[in-house]
Structures are given as structure tokens and as C-alpha cells.
């Protein structure tokens, strides 16, 4: 009873899923047709889908998401779309994400807080003629992006299945393929399904041209998929930034100090005692205000006010954790990072490093090894990244950061760096070691 309860609750959590994938793989598109099979538009988006027909039969289902005139011009995505929509049985939020190689940051934007990704694959632009399919490099790259946000669950969508008469032994040239490339990734809980997405075939309904696909529906995978939280409501894992120090009334008769900021791991109650980093300091809860006034304990997720017992020396940037938490502040990290800037990383800079509500110089000390996502090899020999380089690199700090690992928390493990100079964002970063 407790696993049907529990499979019901997960059918109705909404969904946050992106589309990837190289350019002109139809990602647009598949949302477009996503979205008019499940009914889902407004009559006016109806209207406009009407107004785009094509010699009068073939609608252009990707004007639903490119909303910039660039991307209608030259007919790719640039910027993250997101559109909205619900099933009987769930609410759903998409983050078209562009396939071009020079979009990649806003495609890792896009990725970052989702449950589910579809990777399309074109497959009338592969080559069958060899013994193994080679898939596109661009594929490659998304899918490792994907390993390294711990993406959960990977969707694969064979799309343009109907300029290949819906061949079944290309489609499993293809799944055979990605197969492997998950196995060297890392990527669990892949599903694949055969699509046309111009045509609808196994996007909301089962299509007659595939008797040979034992699958669901694109639509019904979605529906069915968990979402999973890994956010820790355990007391102990209380990790809460101070974004802000609010001063309401500064006489000495009543002078109220409250840490304002967003719990993102664990949960609090009043009188728990807790420790201040990098400071050190030990104090106990007094009060807890939430938007709606004062509360006995607040959880993971929740805007919060702290009052605390002692007048402590705290400013934003620091860090309240339970006390007896092993976090610990620290100068040093091992990291993940996807590199955006047109201008290579220069080792000798120093960059902004921004982690949580907390800024301060980094300098990035090495670089151990960069991916090539031809092969899938690890190069040791570069000591620098260039545009939409994945790659392991060590960071130094100017001052502390209390932070832990990407996978033991998103928001606590995350950072970017800017360019101090131009405050251009120019990479995404993933701590793998403290």
C-alpha cells in the first residue's frame, strides 16, 4: 500500500525536464508537437501554428519556443525556453535548451535544476554505413554535461525516425551506440524511444509505424518518471548562507538583528544550537520568522528570518550549520567546470568565484585533466580550457567558503567564476573534493 500511495504522489510532483542535443535534432519542434497532442495551447498559439503552415499541411511547431527573432531567422535556439503545461497526471516544466555548440552555458542553465533530460538524436544525420554508429559530438558533450549535473533520468529520442521508413535495426544501431557512450559516462536509467517528432509519432500516443517498439510513449515515460529529491531534511544537515542582516530598529531598547536567507539543506527548530563558519562561534536559535510570521522550525528549501541568542560579528557569506556538522570552511577545492568564455581560462588570472551568497577572488592553481568529447579520453597534458571545455581543475581561494560536494547538495556544492574585469560569467563549476 505504502509503494502504491508513494507511486501515486510521485505521478502528480511536477516534472522539470530540458530537451538536448545537436543542432536541427528537432528539439523545438518536439516540444511544439509535445504540447498541441497533449492540448495543451491557448487559442491564440493555435492561431499562430496555423498562420506557419507550410504549403498548406506542414505546421512549424518550434515557433511555440523560439520566441527571439535571431532564432527564427537562422532557425536555431539560442536562448532557454521554458514552457508550461499539465496532463491529468502531472504538471510538467520544459527548458527548451539551444544544440548549438556556442550555446552550450545556456544549455548547462537549463540543465542545472532538472529532473529528467531528453536527449534528441537526428537519425537521418548518422552514418550507418560502418559497423558502429558514430554519434554527433555535440551529443557527447550534452550527455557528459548531463553526468556531471547528475541529471537522474535520460530520455533518448530517436527523432526524424520517419525519413528512415522507421527501420528498426537503425533505431537499434543507435540505442546500441548511446548505450555505450552511457557506459563510459556513467549515465544510469536511459530510455529509449523512436519518434517523429514533425509527424507525432511516439510523442503523446503510441505510433502504428513502430509495431516493433515495446515502449511508451514519449509523453507516458514522462508522466510515469519519479522525482527525485535528494534535499536532506535532517537536522544535522543544516546548511544556511546569510544573504542579508537585517536591522529593523537600531535603539538600544529594543534593537532586533535577524540573519535573513534560504535553508538549502536540513531543517531547524527554535533552540537548536548552531555554529557560525568560517568564524567558528557556537550560539542557539531564539527566533524563526518565515513570510508569514513566527514559526517553531522551518525545512530545506524555505526563506527564513534567525535570531540568535548572542551578538555575534556575522555578515552575508557566512554560513549557520548545525553544530555538530562536519562542514567545515575551506580555501581549497577540486572542481568540475564547464568553461563558457570565448577567451581561454588564463592560469596567472584571478577570477570571482560565487558560491551561494558569498564572493571572493579564486585563482584556478591547475588544470588535471580535460575531457574530449570525440573519445571520450581524459587529456592530463593542458593547462588550460577553452569554450565549452569540460575539465578537472584545482582552486585556490582568497578567503573561505563553507561548501560541500555536488553531490551531497546542488546548491551548497555549485559555484561560477567571473571575469572581474567584464563580470562575465565564464564558467559553471561542480565540487568533487574539499
Not at 22 to 30: E, H, N, R
Not at 216 to 234: F, G, I, M, R
Not at 279 to 308: C, D, F, H
Request: charged letters at 25%.
Amino acid at each position: 500500500m505504502k509503494d502504491y500511495i508513494m507511486s501515486n504522489l510521485n505521478q502528480y510532483a511536477p516534472l522539470r525536464f530540458i530537451t538536448a542535443g545537436s543542432v536541427d535534432d528537432g528539439k523545438s519542434t518536439l516540444i511544439g508537437r509535445l504540447l498541441y497532442d497533449s492540448k495543451a495551447l491557448l487559442s491564440d498559439q493555435l492561431l499562430s501554428l496555423d498562420k506557419s503552415k507550410s504549403n498548406g499541411e506542414v505546421i512549424d511547431f518550434s515557433i511555440l519556443t523560439d520566441g527571439l527573432e535571431a532564432e527564427r531567422e537562422q532557425g536555431i535556439t539560442i536562448d532557454v525556453a521554458y514552457r508550461y503545461f499539465s496532463t491529468a497526471k502531472r504538471k510538467f516544466i520544459i527548458a527548451d535548451t539551444p544544440g548549438h555548440e556556442q550555446y552550450t552555458r545556456n544549455m548547462v542553465t537549463g540543465a542545472s535544476t532538472a529532473n529528467a533530460a531528453v536527449v534528441l538524436i537526428d537519425a537521418s544525420q548518422l552514418d550507418f554505413s560502418k559497423e558502429e554508429v558514430e554519434l554527433l559530438a555535440q551529443t557527447k558533450r550534452h550527455s557528459a554535461i548531463l553526468k556531471h549535473l547528475n541529471t537522474p533520468h535520460i530520455i533518448v529520442a530517436v527523432n526524424k525516425m520517419d525519413l528512415l521508413n522507421f527501420e528498426q535495426n537503425k533505431f537499434n544501431a543507435i540505442t546500441a551506440a548511446y548505450t555505450k557512450l552511457a557506459k563510459q559516462l556513467g549515465l544510469k536509467e536511459v530510455v529509449f524511444v523512436p519518434v517523429s517528432a514533425l509527424q507525432g509519432d511516439n510523442i503523446v500516443h503510441k505510433s502504428d509505424a513502430t509495431p516493433w517498439y515495446e515502449g511508451e510513449a514519449l509523453l507516458t515515460v514522462l508522466e510515469n518518471l519519479p522525482t527525485d529529491d535528494h534535499q536532506s531534511e535532517k537536522a544535522e544537515d543544516f546548511h544556511f548562507p546569510v544573504q542579508l542582516v537585517s536591522r529593523l530598529d537600531q535603539d538600544k531598547q529594543d534593537d532586533f538583528r535577524g540573519y535573513q536567507g534560504r535553508i538549502e539543506s536540513g531543517s531547524i527548530r527554535k533552540g537548536d544550537k548552531v555554529r557560525i563558519e568560517p568564524t567558528g562561534y557556537e550560539t542557539r536559535i531564539t527566533e524563526i520568522y518565515s513570510p508569514n510570521g513566527l514559526v517553531q522550525s522551518a525545512k530545506v528549501g524555505e526563506q527564513v528570518t534567525l535570531r540568535l541568542a548572542d551578538d555575534i560579528d556575522i555578515s552575508r557569506g557566512d554560513t549557520f550549520l548545525a553544530e555538530n556538522s562536519a562542514t567545515v570552511a575551506t580555501k581549497a577545492l577540486k572542481a568540475t567546470v564547464c568553461w563558457f568564455d570565448q577567451r581561454a581560462l588564463n592560469p596567472a588570472r584571478k577570477y570571482l568565484l560565487k558560491h551561494t551568497t558569498l564572493t571572493v577572488f579564486a585563482k584556478v592553481s591547475s588544470v588535471d585533466r580535460v575531457l574530449d568529447v570525440q573519445t571520450l579520453s581524459h587529456s592530463a597534458q593542458a593547462d588550460s580550457l577553452k569554450m565549452n571545455d569540460i575539465g578537472e581543475v584545482q582552486i585556490s581561494l582568497q578567503k573561505p567558503i563553507t561548501a560541500t560536494t555536488y553531490a551531497q547538495n546542488i546548491a551548497t556544492g555549485s559555484f561560477i567564476l567571473i571575469d572581474e574585469a567584464t563580470y562575465h560569467t565564464v564558467a559553471a563549476g561542480m565540487i568533487l573534493e574539499i
